[in-house]
């Protein structure tokens, strides 16, 4: 089974900084992308960023442009995501995803692609 395990989360002041990772477990896969959600209690998952590993072009949401910055290892399956200059809301269970690869040669924007593979997430709070 594919598994993907995040790592790095924790409690932090405002304005403080934590790396996340994550790497894949289990039986091996190709990947398309990977990327990073998050969910706050009550609620919905929310995309925050991923990176194509085609050209490694990374999208963003507008809330963490500047702040957050996604890197990664396609030949691992492993991805990172630095997060500087936390906020308060942006205390939440961040999540590790990956798109595999079809074989296919349509692109789109990162945020709207199915992703197949999920981690359990890790928790991350931002203390004001």
């Known amino acids: 089974q594919v598994q993907l395990v995040e790592s790095g989360g924790g409690l932090v002041q405002a304005g403080g900084s934590l790396r996340l990772s994550c790497a894949a477990s289990?039986?091996?896969?190709?990947?398309?992308?990977m990327g990073w959600f998050r969910q706050a209690p009550g609620k919905e998952r929310e995309f925050v960023a991923a990176i194509r590993w085609s050209g490694s072009d990374t999208y963003y949401i507008d809330s963490v442009k500047g702040r957050f910055t996604i890197s990664g290892d396609n030949a691992k399956n492993t991805v990172y995501l630095q997060m500087n200059s936390l906020k308060p809301e942006d205390t939440a269970v961040y999540y590790c995803?990956?798109?595999?690869?079809?074989?296919?040669?349509?692109?789109?924007?990162?945020?709207?692609?199915?992703?197949?593979?999920w981690g359990q997430g890790t928790q991350v709070t931002v203390s004001s």
């Open positions: 289990g039986r091996t896969f190709i990947s398309y992308a």
């Open positions: 995803a990956a798109i595999r690869s079809s074989g296919g040669t349509l692109r789109y924007r990162l945020d709207l692609y199915t992703y197949d593979y």
